[in-house]
């Protein structure tokens, strides 16, 4: 982080154990925080000039889902767009867009890099750019229908563009596995690896339905530490809990850890109840330090916020790995 940037953080509460704990403000972008909107959630933040940038999903009162652009002096007090973001062509002719959501931007090398779930014929991951968050450019799509979660990591490895996905099929999916792949240009992907799998529900119930990555992975001493989100089906629907995992360095495919207890699951009044209850979903992560701050969507509703410290999410990731 920049030393101009004053990371968002709260201490843990007094009297807590947690690993991770709720922001006490939350959720920090309300669901009507724009004229149009129905819902904002499941968006994006990264450092940017003197403050910060994020990449929001507003699905508006026809619940048309879209993607803005924001800005905050201290990542808690937004002003988004009132209009979504109007991308230029970039490395081909313009793609239909049918609908855009759940977006991920991360910096590789000299642009910021949005990837979100593209509708073109059924979801799939749609790839743009931007230099300075004023003009944005759409890419070829990475993959065909149906794949959602693209999540890029924010360096190549051995030379290559990677990006994990969670391949699916065209409606709520009751199943999904992350892998990952990789392209020499932004263009063309393949070397396709399965990463992780969903849990025996007997092992580890809250991630046995499916998973999903979540916020853009970034370096530890341990390996690459990439936060998720996994899926149980109960009684009353799916559940959606926020979970971590450490990936080899030069081998991200290679999951070294991953947590069999959540680190954090819908207990909140503002991720139990929304348009979709019972929803945590991880999407972005700013690192100061030993501290870490993720930003996730509480029950397809609003954007809530989350701390720890990454020492002590390390830990709790080997300590309850199978």
């Known amino acids: 982080m920049s030393n101009k940037i004053i990371m ?18 939350n959720p920090v972008i309300g669901r009507y925080h724009i004229p149009s909107s129905n819902s904002i959630f499941n968006s994006a933040v990264v450092p940017f000039k003197n403050g910060f940038a994020g990449v929001f999903r507003c699905d508006d009162k026809a619940v048309r889902m879209n993607i803005f652009a924001g800005f905050s002096p201290d990542g808690i007090n ?38 979100w779930c593209n509708g073109y014929h059924g979801p799939t991951i749609g790839i743009g750019y931007t230099f300075g968050f004023e003009e944005f450019f759409q890419c070829e799509n990475a993959f065909l229908p149906f794949n959602r979660n693209g999540v890029l990591f924010p360096q190549k490895i051995n030379g290559k563009y990677a990006m994990l996905s969670r391949p699916s099929d065209n409606g709520h999916t009751p199943f999904g596995d992350i892998y990952i792949s990789y392209s020499p ?115 397809d509703t609003a954007v809530a916020l989350a701390f720890g410290y990454i020492p002590e999410i390390l830990e709790f990731i080997k300590r309850t790995s199978n």
């Open 78 to 115: 937004w002003k988004i767009d009132h209009e979504p973001i109007r991308f230029k062509p970039g490395n081909t002719a313009m793609i239909d867009s049918e609908y855009k959501y759940d977006p991920r931007v991360t910096w590789i090398e000299d642009r910021w890099w949005i990837t």
């Open 8 to 25: 968002p953080w709260e201490e843990r509460p007094q009297g807590s154990t947690d690993v991770m704990w709720r922001y006490t403000g």
């Open 185 to 299: 240009d932004m263009v063309y992907w393949g070397e396709h690896r399965c990463v992780m799998k969903t849990t025996p529900f007997a092992q580890s119930a809250w991630q046995c339905t499916k998973i999903g990555a979540g916020s853009v992975p970034f370096l530890t001493k341990d390996g690459w530490l990439m936060f998720y989100h996994g899926v149980i089906t109960t009684c009353n629907g799916f559940r959606y809990s926020m979970g971590a995992a450490i990936l080899d360095r030069n081998n991200p495919a290679k999951v070294l850890y991953r947590t069999n207890e959540y680190l954090l699951a819908p207990a909140a009044p503002y991720e139990l109840q929304g348009d979709v209850p019972n929803v945590v979903f991880p999407c972005s992560a700013l690192q100061d330090g030993n501290r870490v701050a993720v930003y996730y969507g509480a029950a």
